[in-house]
């Protein structure tokens, strides 16, 4: 667990006309994340866009404008005096002008440091974490110090919260897509949109309609504004979109460019068919493209309009490619990256996921341990019928929040269940038989409790324990509940154990 001064996240990251604005972004998932858990953020950032600097002022982060980034020396100069004004924090680093000097700077001064990356660039590496969320990223060779942990591959594709809640959305594949969403990147300085545009105003395919995104750096309204009033079909123009996932919903398919949108588009399902803007995007395209999570269109300056126009309107038509694209695509992206990246991060052992379908046997087995059923209030084997009925009434209960323990591994240590009745809760918690003794049930009651408390209308937990269950007592306590007496639970004499909202 973190102490009181490592609850602060300070992230370095820029956007504009020529970086873009996909290093911002995916940090601003895991800003996210950080303050939804209660704890502190802090952006330093020579972003110049108004609207990108006030979408970090309506989050509640503490924004601290440059004027000229590294390898001016004014950049770590005022870094580093933020960064001595909090001891102890994480320090986040996503751009590709951050180098091993600047890396050796960080962890000079005593902090930790995660590098967001993408290819592998520099010589060496001095962060204790680096984080490629790339499907290519196993395949680099990083030399890094001893201690550094890699998190390679799409189980770390860090989503903003705005996208998570569109985890049980179900898109469907239509004949002939109609509905396009055009999204060349925060910037597009060389203006592909505008020849995107151009070619599908020649794709003869009925009531065929475009939204297009205007980055929040994109130099170029003017011209797409034009371009937009002089096609023939509809086209919606959307600039700094702040409905992005409803825009995503909207679309039969997506032209994009191959940056972290991608990973947005294949989380939900998208058929896309991706443009290389630059160098640093071809490795993306070309795997995405290899797995048949999408289809790729080439670098975007030598792709000429009639050659796009012919293989837009063979993606447009191609029914059972976009399908397939689109069941590939989102098996890429679990949503679960920030949470597994926050485990680490926190130090914590053990991080929560919602129960899914696919869980209802395991949970089955757990019930069933014969330790389990002895500590519970209705010690009676449980059927598999029984079984199944109850977990789906939970399942579709909104009142229930049930959760699986697991860890960095994803390998699962337990479950803690909380049913929600107005502002308070019960709690009910297990531990896989292979894990007891190691304290999990304890982290489970109290990661849980902290997830209920910070995040639901609850403001008191309620957890009922047999006098003789001593070990879960114990677990109870360690995780902040007090002992409040003895009561009779269904027919059972059972210590009552309680958590307020004001103490967790």
């Not at 086209?235 to 409803?246: G, K, Y």
């Not at 398919?253 to 630059?278: D, H, Q, R």
């Not at 479950?415 to 019960?426: C, I, M, N, P, S």
């Not at 304890?442 to 003789?468: D, F, N």
């Amino acid at each position: 667990m973190m102490d009181s001064e490592g609850k602060y996240l300070i992230v370095r990251a820029d956007a504009g006309t020529k970086i873009g604005t996909g290093h911002l972004m995916r940090c601003l998932a895991l800003a996210q994340a950080w303050k939804d858990a209660g704890h502190k953020v802090v952006f330093i950032t020579a972003c110049q866009n108004e609207n990108l600097l006030r979408r970090l002022h309506e989050e509640g982060f503490d924004t601290r404008p440059l004027t000229d980034p590294h390898p001016d020396s004014g950049d770590w100069t005022y870094t580093k005096d933020v960064l001595a004004a909090h001891p102890g924090a994480w320090v986040v680093l996503d751009g590709y002008h951050f180098d091993e000097v600047y890396q050796q700077q960080v962890k000079e001064i005593g902090h930790r440091l995660l590098a967001i990356d993408d290819m592998a660039h520099l010589k060496h590496y001095y962060a204790d974490i680096i984080l490629n969320q790339n499907l290519h990223a196993e395949q680099l060779q990083y030399s890094c110090e001893p201690y550094a942990r890699l998190l390679l591959g799409t189980r770390y594709v860090l989503l903003r919260r705005e996208f998570l809640v569109w985890k049980d959305w179900k898109r469907e594949v239509p004949e002939i897509a109609r509905r396009v969403l055009v999204t060349l990147g925060g910037a597009d300085p060389e203006n592909h949109t505008l020849k995107v545009i151009q070619a599908l105003d020649k794709v003869e395919v009925t009531s065929l309609e475009a939204t297009v995104i205007i980055g929040a750096s994109n130099p170029h309204a003017e011209e797409l504004e034009a371009g937009a009033r002089q096609s023939r079909i509809h086209i919606q123009l959307v600039r700094d979109a702040s409905n992005m996932p409803e825009l995503v919903a909207w679309a039969d398919v997506a032209i994009a460019s191959a940056g972290t949108t991608c990973w947005e588009l294949a989380w939900m399902g998208v058929p896309a068919a991706l443009l290389t803007l630059a160098d640093n995007q071809r490795r993306v395209a070309e795997e995405l493209s290899r797995v048949g999570a999408a289809t790729s269109l080439g670098r975007a300056h030598r792709v000429e309009t009639p050659e796009l126009l012919g293989k837009l309107v063979t993606f447009l038509n191609d029914n059972d490619g976009r399908a397939a694209i689109a069941e590939h695509a989102k098996a890429l992206v679990d949503g679960e990256g920030v949470s597994r990246l926050l485990m680490l991060l926190k130090g914590e052992e053990l991080r929560l996921r919602r129960v899914r379908e696919q869980d209802c046997r395991l949970l089955w087995e757990w019930a069933n341990d014969p330790e389990v059923r002895e500590s519970s209030f209705s010690p009676a084997p449980i059927t598999w019928e029984e079984h199944v009925r109850w977990f789906t009434a939970r399942l579709n209960d909104p009142h229930c929040f049930h959760f699986i323990g697991v860890d960095e591994n994803d390998l699962p240590l337990g479950q803690v269940r909380f049913d929600l009745q107005g502002d308070e809760a019960e709690i009910d918690v297990s531990v896989d038989r292979q894990r007891r003794g190691q304290r999990y049930g304890s982290s489970l009651i109290e990661i849980g409790a902290e997830e209920m408390l910070l995040c639901t209308r609850a403001r008191l937990i309620h957890g009922y324990v047999k006098p003789q269950n001593e070990a879960s007592i114990r677990a109870f306590t360690r995780a902040g509940f007090r002992d409040s007496g003895l009561e009779i639970v269904r027919g059972n004499q059972a210590v009552h154990l309680v958590k307020t909202k004001n103490a967790s």
